[in-house]
């Protein structure tokens, strides 16, 4: 039987793991991080590196996006899945 002190650090780097998880199947917006909720406008703005923007940070910039799409809420889980269409 593990000891409590062994026990805390195996439930931390499972708690670790599954942040990491988390954060690695989300989108983010390019200017502020924030995830996007679902429903909301994001902006995909061309470039060196395609990049998406929430809505809110839509207005800090001045050339127009490439292409606007509402979130849609993925229905494998409750992470937010951004479907940009192909022109």
Do not use: N, W
């Amino acid at each position: 039987m593990p000891s409590l002190k062994e026990m805390s650090r195996f439930e931390r780097v499972l708690l670790q793991r599954s942040i990491g998880a988390l954060e690695a199947d989300r989108t983010c917006c390019a200017d502020c991080g924030r995830t996007p909720l679902a429903g909301e406008l994001v902006h995909l703005y061309d470039g060196r590196r395609p990049r998406l923007v929430c809505e809110l940070c839509r207005s800090l910039r001045r050339e127009l996006p490439v292409a606007s799409q509402p979130v849609r809420q993925s229905t494998r889980s409750s992470a937010i899945r951004i479907r940009v269409r192909a022109a």
